[in-house]
Structures are given as structure tokens and as C-alpha cells.
């Protein structure tokens, strides 16, 4: 079963940093389109950030200028740099990998929790 696995989450200060991590398999990795989204309580899960397996990215117009996504090919794994955080980036970060197809297959993290908070 193919699993993202997720990190980094926490509870950070007005204009603070952190940065959260997805980790999956090669064969995932290697191919699928890789993301981030988030779900504020009583509101849908929107997108944050993706990223190609070329290297193309695109992000919510709310997070440009303050977020990074990247992959580190190296490690399997996506990373979300989060600077200048605001409360209303409040939310449950989920992980997503999207075969580049129409319709292709989706697969989602667990969920990490960033809260915003002085």
C-alpha cells in the first residue's frame, strides 16, 4: 500500500517558520505530481503548493512570496517551506501525490497540524 508519510507540523508565532516534509516510495515519487493542500476547521481543503516531477510549480496566490516546495530527490520526499506564517495559515496540512493524467489516481497523507498562534 502506498503511503505519504508526513512531518513538521507544530504550533509556531505570527511571522515564524517551519517547514514540513512528505516522504513516499521511488516509484511515487519519481512520477506522480506532488502537493500540498489545507483544511481550516468548517472550510474545504484547498491547494497550497504543487510541484512536478520536473520541477514545475504553482502555488495559492494567498502563500506566494512566503512558501517553498520543493523535492529532494535524493530522499523521496517533497518539502514545504513555511516563512512569515499568519494565523490565517491555521490549518491541517495534508500531502498529495496526483498521477499527471486526467482523472488519474490520487493519494493522500494523514494530515500534520500547523497552528499560528502568539
Known amino acids: 500500500q502506498v503511503q505519504l508519510v508526513e512531518s513538521g507540523g507544530g504550533l509556531v508565532q505570527p511571522g515564524g517558520s517551519l517547514r514540513l516534509s512528505c516522504a513516499t516510495s521511488?516509484?511515487?515519487?519519481?512520477?506522480?505530481?506532488m502537493g500540498w493542500y489545507r483544511q481550516a476547521p468548517g472550510k474545504q481543503r484547498d491547494l497550497v503548493a504543487v510541484?512536478?516531477?520536473?520541477?514545475?510549480?504553482n502555488y495559492a496566490d494567498s502563500v506566494k512570496g512566503r512558501f517553498t516546495i520543493s523535492r529532494d530527490n535524493a530522499k523521496n520526499t517533497v518539502l514545504l517551506q513555511m516563512n512569515s506564517l499568519k494565523p490565517e495559515d491555521t490549518a491541517v496540512y495534508y500531502c498529495?501525490?496526483?498521477?499527471?493524467?486526467?482523472?488519474?489516481?490520487?493519494?493522500w497523507g494523514q494530515g500534520t497540524q500547523v497552528t499560528v498562534s502568539s
Open positions: 498529495n501525490a496526483r498521477y499527471p493524467v486526467s482523472g488519474g489516481a490520487t493519494i
Open positions: 521511488g516509484r511515487i515519487f519519481s512520477i506522480y505530481t
Open positions: 510541484v512536478t516531477r520536473y520541477g514545475s510549480t
